[in-house]
């Protein structure tokens, strides 16, 4: 089936105190946790599961291609993404390596996210400098889009050693690069490198008002039309989010407001009404969840993913488990069809692997009939 639009959510991994019960869950539980909510996500038809890559606690997924890889293994239809691989401080030759052998494993149900990450100590440790933090990200990525389309590259910059005659192995599935997001919550640069690639963009809109994003997209499809990969409505846009839901909204705020207070990325600051009423975090009914998030086409227009956050901030699994039921069940079936509806015929569907690969053999095959 041809998706226009994927849905799917996104964990950052975070081990936090649930702040109802006083009880940390441990690195392990939280692991096995992130593999059980991917399986989950498939098992109530969710399209998209990805994992962020964080160094630091109170974070645990530090290898992202060694959890996607054994979800791969216990799935069959989930795509498995990143949310966050940073593209500053690891290795580019190393993340040509790591994403087409999961490619392979994963019979192409693979793309990534680049992100700067939002870590400051993460740089030293790996031997970089935060000050180079965005020419880091304009230079590793220039190499890695050449590892996975030249099978032979010799290259030289200015951050790590020279390359001769370098081939990195496995090459990509079926000569297939896997689709690539470029991932930004405030910076222009990342908006302009994903334009200058035709790659995709990914807004990762949950901490501020919808005006700051609107702002970066239409940057990202001005540009992306301007380096002649479409028009600006043919730009291939992912929106994240935030949501907590029960039957009754009034039990949904009650029930998460501990979580909220609490949390470490927005604890102890606005409080949850105000919270949801500049960002998109919506506490409240499947409805309510519904109405909010088919808004995001007015302010940005049409796009082609939508990730939800949802296993944050001491929820224990029994109740993020709970919300993918009712996300799979009840938000997001209304949410494609609702999508669906006038939808233009020129916006692009959701990219996979079989799309990419049919638009490879395409071009392949037009200058021999030219």
Do not use: C
Request: aromatic share 10%; proline share 8%.
């Amino acid at each position: 089936m041809v998706t226009k639009v994927q849905f799917g959510i996104f964990t950052v991994g975070d081990v936090t105190m649930d702040p109802t019960t006083g009880r940390t869950p441990t690195e392990h539980e939280r692991i096995k946790a992130m593999v059980t909510i991917a399986l989950k996500a498939e098992e109530v038809g969710l399209d998209v599961f990805a994992t962020g890559e964080h160094h630091n606690p109170p974070f645990v997924p530090s290898s992202p291609t060694t959890m996607l890889g054994y979800i791969a293994a216990r799935t069959e239809r989930l795509i498995l993404s990143t949310s966050t691989t940073l593209i500053t401080t690891n290795d580019p030759v190393k993340i040509a390596e790591d994403f087409a052998m999961l490619q392979h494993l994963a019979e192409g149900r693979v793309d990534v996210m680049m992100g700067r990450g939002n870590t400051g100590p993460v740089y030293p440790w790996f031997g970089q400098d935060i000050r180079q933090g965005i020419p880091l990200a304009v230079e590793n990525y220039a190499l890695l889009h050449r590892l996975w389309r030249e099978d032979v590259v010799d290259w030289e910059g200015r951050f790590r050693t020279p390359l001769q005659g370098f081939t990195s192995t496995p090459r990509p599935l079926d000569g297939v690069p896997p689709f690539v997001w470029h991932g930004s919550i405030r910076s222009p640069e990342i908006a302009e490198q994903a334009a200058y690639y035709g790659d995709g963009f990914f807004a990762n809109n949950i901490f501020w008002p919808k005006e700051h994003f609107q702002r970066l997209i239409a940057l990202y499809r001005r540009r992306y039309a301007h380096y002649g990969h479409g028009t600006a409505e043919q730009a291939v846009v992912g929106l994240g989010g935030q949501v907590f839901m029960r039957k009754n909204s009034q039990d949904a705020i009650k029930e998460f407001r501990p979580y909220f207070d609490n949390a470490p990325v927005y604890g102890h600051g606005p409080s949850l009404e105000e919270f949801t009423a500049e960002t998109p975090l919506t506490v409240g009914s499947p409805q309510q969840v519904i109405e909010r998030t088919l808004e995001f086409r007015d302010y940005f227009g049409d796009y082609q993913r939508q990730l939800f956050l949802m296993d944050h901030a001491g929820l224990p699994l029994k109740t993020v488990l709970e919300q993918l039921d009712l996300l799979g069940e009840e938000v997001v079936p209304v949410l494609r069809a609702e999508f669906a509806k006038g939808r233009p015929a020129g916006v692009p569907d959701a990219p996979t692997h079989a799309s990419l690969l049919a638009a490879k053999r395409e071009a392949e095959i037009a200058p021999v009939e030219a």
